[in-house]
């Protein structure tokens, strides 16, 4: 007769969920340009 082994149950290792930290956009001035005025 075969003694049934005793099946050894694989703990499961929780995985820690990292936190994604939000970076803050920062918002790029638009320079205005100047337009030249040609002298004729």
Known sequence: F???K???KK???KKKKKKK???KKKKKKK??????????
């Open 11 to 13: 703990k499961k290792k």
């Open 21 to 23: 930290k939000k970076k």
């Open 6 to 8: 005793k099946k050894k």
């Open 31 to 40: 320079k205005k340009k100047k337009k030249k005025k040609k002298k004729k």
């Open 2 to 4: 075969f003694l049934k």
